[in-house]
């Protein structure tokens, strides 16, 4: 799927793809740069605070 997104960004480069395609990109690099300050959140985390953590996102 990615692929295929890819490849019709590629063969529509001058058109309204380049910016949807700079969108989806912007949110995926956002995204991605989150999940890693949290991985390092949670790997400097004590565990009973973990613990804590977890049990309130599985209660909401």
Known sequence: ??????F???TNRK???EQEFGLV???FEKYIFE???LKR???S???RLLAKEM???LES
């Not at 799927?1 to 890819?6: E, K, N, Y």
């Open 55 to 57: 049990a309130s996102i």
């Open 35 to 37: 999940s890693r300050l």
């Open 41 to 43: 959140k949670i790997q």
């Open 15 to 17: 058109s309204k793809n």
């Open 25 to 27: 990109k912007g949110v």
């Open 45 to 47: 985390m004590p565990y």
């Open 1 to 6: 799927m990615w692929l295929s997104f890819i």
């Open 8 to 10: 019709s960004y590629e």
